[in-house]
């Protein structure tokens, strides 16, 4: 089996690694495309899913179908077609798909153009990026000269006016992005050099008299093997290879057996890998169409040999050149499907479906189209009636050997067909192999780009807009506060966030100016680190409780869905940019970036729907009511339960908010609220005054019950805690409770210390930095001796601020 040695499979290794390039990995039969792709399954960290176009393709990848994991429809998709389309996602392949990083379709050479661009449109759709496959990057494997797609004429008369070709590389998304192609040319399958250049020949269309003479030469008439040497006929059309089956199997003598198979679960009927009813017979030629799980690896897919006995449960093949006969018991294939794993967010591969059966069939014929991807020690070719470009290709490249092989007729020059297009694309591929060089500034582009990415908030901006567009559409039903709540986060962000990181990108390309990764270069990451310390203090400290605070009730529930979807957002957002910020604390990590951005993406939870949450929970329960606007809020919702009607039309929001403002104690001041008329008035006028005096009269009985008692005292450094918290400086802090400001700082070191506070909220970082670098070195013994060593640029509050931070353990994690 081909390993990583190979300097083509390494270089598409570091590719699909290291790069966000996308890949289109080819080569000729045999030079282990699927053995790779099972490497980067085992050994890549990126978030990835593997497709194929048929299930039996799928099934044999490891993966799922394309029409399955994207929910295509079947038959032709003309571009534009999909925003048409009413098909519904589930959340949680919604998120799969939002937090991939890399998609693997094998057998890329029967993907139809406008299936690829359905997988274009379905990505952008659902992960809100306009770049081709929504920046999710691409392995394309699969070999040209092998079987094509499957396009029928009335689906073409449909693709035409859009596309030039069906092949893949034909798709229009494809087209907008560059990618690299990596041709593999070690062939393991086959050893003998002739053999090895009359396939390449064949592959190439480029075949010779001489080689086609060489090659008819393995036409033997009227040719017929004994059973026991294990020859199968590969044919052009099923029918013949069923029909060669079924009359080999009837001129048996023996008993016929008959074995169902298991099927559990989702397992579709055309990627069944070998038949549900199997019909058996001692001394019927089988394949094993499964590889051997156990250690010692007796049998793989493709291998022949024949029945030589069958108990209750076991059957009995012997192959050729094998000293000992194997004995197969059922095995079981499974159908998956990708899912998030709710603990880890992990994308697994969870079983849906599952076929257990003797992993053998019928072998005396199997069609070109089955055979591809099988070994054959020996086999007869009946391509002599090809009909499809890469039919006579991949018949002899299944072969092992020249001398395994024998031809039904001899092959014809016309049957090895040609396409100028294919031809065309292959020189394309040659020219855009790329090398060494071309790989580390791949590398390097891919690390800009995601620093980039952290660095942006337009995503951010526009949700603050869509914010404030949906509070400007609907003023008349929201609360008055809501929209100078967000024009204050939005000049916050404007002045302390858009500002900073529009001339901190400004200043980027000046640090990618040089010949190192980002990875590697060093002022570039510190400059990554002090931007990760003030972007998450900021996201934590200021932008996420301004957001918490912004009001949003509302009689008007419709309004309400989109004002709390595009608050959710943008909460959302400032969630994921604080986890990213806190990833970089300790450097640039372009692996660690991408997973801790998927995987933010996934535990994100609206702190405003948890609260609502609670809230409900609250008025469901006995709470008594905290405020005036509480206790009228919960009498109307209760009437409205009572009446079978939405609160609103009892008294409007704003009309309980002025209620609770004003606190009317007669008729006559109720009439003056807006919202109250006369009917309202006489209806349930009273019924108001009596929840507010009795609100009244209970808030004056506690303030009464209490006067007595000296209430429970603050502890003093729990108070400035509290008010700093509130967003005061040290200064405010000791003005207002007329204390020393160096009192103050030493209440909030207490609090460093116990991690409640991060020194960073306190010192910048530059001189936490220092501070910290010189007592790790120097080790003071007082706070007096470190004050002298570090002169007069830093004071003793800060000094001991950053001692505590790290005896708490935080000065180089917060």
Not at 196 to 203: D, F, G, P, W
Not at 414 to 425: A, D, G, P, V
Not at 522 to 531: F, I, W
Not at 571 to 591: N, Q, R, S, V
């Amino acid at each position: 089996m081909p390993t990583l040695v190979n300097e083509k499979l390494q270089l598409a290794h570091d590719f699909v690694l290291h790069t966000n390039r996308n890949v289109f990995l080819t080569g000729k039969a045999g030079t282990g495309k699927t053995t790779f792709l099972h490497q980067v399954k085992n050994t890549s960290s990126k978030r990835l899913a593997v497709v194929a176009p048929t299930g039996v393709a799928a099934i044999n990848a490891g993966g799922v179908t394309i029409h399955s994991l994207f929910q295509l429809p079947f038959g032709p998709l003309v571009p534009g077609a999909l925003n048409r389309e009413t098909r519904k996602f589930t959340r949680e392949k919604i998120n799969l798909l939002r937090t991939l990083d890399l998609l693997i379709v094998d057998e890329i050479s029967m993907v139809r153009a406008d299936v690829l661009d359905g997988i274009d449109a379905v990505l952008r759709r659902f992960r809100y990026r306009p770049e081709p496959f929504g920046g999710v990057q691409l392995l394309l494997i699969g070999d040209m000269q092998q079987l094509p797609p499957v396009i029928r004429d009335e689906d073409w008369a449909l693709l035409r006016p859009y596309y030039d070709t069906g092949y893949f590389f034909g798709s229009r998304a494809l087209q907008k992005t560059p990618y690299i192609s990596l041709e593999l040319d070690h062939i393991y399958r086959q050893a003998d050099q002739r053999f090895i250049e009359i396939l390449n020949s064949v592959r190439e269309k480029r075949i010779t008299r001489a080689q086609l003479d060489d090659l008819n030469q393995r036409f033997i008439p009227n040719f017929t093997p004994q059973d026991d040497e294990g020859y199968i006929t590969l044919t052009t059309h099923n029918q013949a290879a069923l029909q060669l089956n079924s009359q080999k199997l009837q001129s048996l003598t023996t008993q016929l057996h008959t074995f169902e198979a298991t099927i559990e679960g989702d397992f579709p009927a055309h990627a069944y890998p070998t038949e549900a009813s199997l019909e058996l017979k001692v001394g019927a030629q089988v394949m094993f169409n499964k590889n051997d799980a156990s250690r010692e690896k007796l049998f793989y897919n493709g291998k022949i040999g024949q029945i030589t006995d069958i108990d209750d449960d076991v059957i009995y093949v012997k192959c050729p050149h094998d000293p000992d006969t194997l004995t197969v018991s059922p095995m079981e294939w499974v159908n998956i499907r990708y899912t998030l794993d709710p603990q880890t967010n992990e994308i697994k591969e969870e079983p849906i479906g599952k076929f257990v059966q003797y992993p053998l069939k019928l072998a005396w014929a199997i069609t070109i189209h089955k055979s591809q991807g099988l070994t054959f020690e020996k086999a007869i070719i009946d391509a002599a009636s090809a009909f499809a470009h890469g039919q006579v290709y991949v018949a002899l490249s299944r072969c092992k050997t020249l001398e395994g092989l024998v031809l039904r007729e001899p092959i014809p020059s016309h049957s090895i067909k040609t396409e100028l297009l294919l031809e065309e694309f292959h020189e394309q591929v040659q020219q855009q192999t790329p090398d060494d060089q071309e790989l580390w500034h791949s590398k390097q582009l891919n690390q800009e780009q995601l620093l980039l990415d952290l660095f942006s908030f337009e995503r951010t901006h526009y949700l603050i807009n869509r914010c404030r567009r949906t509070g400007a559409e609907h003023a008349g039903s929201l609360d008055e506060g809501l929209e100078p709540a967000l024009n204050q986060f939005n000049a916050v962000f404007q002045e302390k966030v858009r500002d900073v990181t529009e001339r901190f990108r400004q200043q980027l390309p000046r640090y990618f100016a040089g010949d190192l990764l980002a990875e590697e270069n060093q002022p570039l990451q510190e400059r990554v680190r002090k931007a990760g310390v003030y972007f998450k203090d900021l996201i934590r400290n200021e932008l996420q409780p301004m957001l918490a605070s912004v009001p949003t009730e509302t009689d008007n529930k419709q309004v309400r869905e989109a004002l709390h979807e595009s608050l959710d957002e943008l909460e959302k957002e400032l969630f994921i940019k604080l986890h990213c910020f806190e990833a970089t604390l300790d450097g640039f990590e372009a692996l660690v970036y991408q997973k801790t951005r998927n995987h933010a993406e996934l535990e994100f939870q609206s702190i405003r729907k948890q609260a609502s949450r609670k809230s409900d929970e609250g008025r469901s329960g006995h709470e008594k009511p905290r405020t005036l606007y509480d206790a009228l809020a919960k009498w109307r919702q209760d009437l409205a339960g009572e009446l079978d009607t939405v609160a609103h039309t009892i008294l409007p929001r704003k009309t309980l908010a002025e209620l609770a403002r004003s606190k009317p104690s007669t008729l006559d001041e109720l009439l003056k609220i807006k919202g109250f008329g006369k009917v309202k008035a006489r209806m349930i006028g009273e019924d108001v005054l009596t929840i507010i005096r009795s609100f009244l009269e209970n808030e004056s009985a506690t303030k009464a019950s209490s006067a007595p008692e000296k209430p429970n005292k603050t502890p003093s450094p729990a108070l400035s805690l509290a008010l700093f918290r509130q967003g005061k400086t040290v200064t405010d802090i000791a003005q207002e409770r007329n204390i020393a400001a160096s009192t103050v700082e030493g209440h909030l070191a207490q609090f460093i210390s116990s991690g409640q506070l991060s020194v960073y909220e306190l010192v910048p970082a530059e001189k936490v930095e220092t501070i910290r670098t010189y007592l790790e070195k120097h080790t003071p013994k007082t706070l007096t001796e470190a004050k002298a060593g570090l002169g007069d640029g830093v004071t003793f509050a800060e000094i001991r601020m950053v001692y505590n931070s790290m005896l708490a353990g935080t000065a180089q994690t917060d």
